[in-house]
């Protein structure tokens, strides 16, 4: 029996990645060591890195001349934090749009820091069932607007990217590389990896060159993005492993054909799920259809103990990690790049079996 995993993170990884991964564990190029053990001072690990940082931008369409990429620790949730300690230092004012549970989280910490103005430009509290509109007239003195593209716990995307003055800070972290954007229109784009790239443990940031000659210096070191990029992300020992993996992640997406095309899978694959719950009155998904998202897909019987059936069952059929958010209840499937199309077939197949199997139960 096949086995796909719904978990929405630390994700799936695909499986041509995995067995690659096996194959080198022990001998990472002929060295004798394992990529787990080889210096991140190696020529192996230096060419591994540069390599990682040119596919990344090639599937972003990105220049290396205008785009620098670093490979840190800490999660996007340090970013809550790094982004303005380095950005915000013209006005010392950051907008936000409030799109669910992490987009608050980093308003909350951008808070933290003295002196700065947070400002809640757009919102879709307190049901977040949508994508909220942003709509900025005058002359806005903000030093960027904060996005938080998807979101994991709710179900909701940014489709199209919002038509204002001001740079972009884009949290991209669970559709990261899942779904196309004009990249170019970031001025930073952040993402924890472990949805769509790399074991959890690394985080990537792409940043626009011409702002990191502008980052203050007085910041700690490994709170810099200009000190960072200058010890190109080994200011200490990075996550070399992860950084492995991403490349052969990365690798992996260019042979199914970029960003755009595995987009353009995973909207086959939400769409299944999504018709599994449009076509019946069995389930129920509170999202705004435009808003979609094409990662995350949480749904509902409307019956708690009718939804942990569900859950215990869809596991004994082979379709594991489908229990929802602690915040929303019911289930939740999580279609990151590395699910298989024949997973998201396998989950509508059984989705429509199991209603009409319980119908009577509702």
Known sequence: MPIYNFVAGPATLPVPVLNQIQAELTDYQGTGLSILEISHRSPQFTTLLAQAKQLLLQLMHLKASEYEVLFL???ATLQ????????ATKFHRVAFVNSGHWAERAMAEAKLIPDLVVDEVASAA???NHFPLVELTGPAKYDYLHLTTNNTIYGTALNQLPEVDLPLVGDLSSNFLAQDYPFDRFALIYAGAQKNLAPAGLTVVVVKKTLLAQMPTALPAMLSYRKLAAKDSALNTPPVFQIYVAKLVL???VKQGGVAAIEAVNRQKA????DAIDQTTFYHNQVRPADRS???VPFTTGDSELD????TKAQQAGLMNLKGHRLTGGMRASLYNAMPL????ALRNFMLQFAKDHEEEK
């Open 73 to 75: 620790q800490g999660g």
């Open 80 to 87: 809550f934090t790094m982004a303005p300690l380095n950005l």
């Open 126 to 128: 307190p049901h977040f």
């Open 251 to 253: 690798e992996w997406l």
């Open 271 to 274: 769409q299944l799920i999504y």
């Open 294 to 296: 094409l990662t995350n």
């Open 308 to 311: 942990q059936t569900f859950i």
């Open 342 to 345: 024949e997973g998201a077939v």
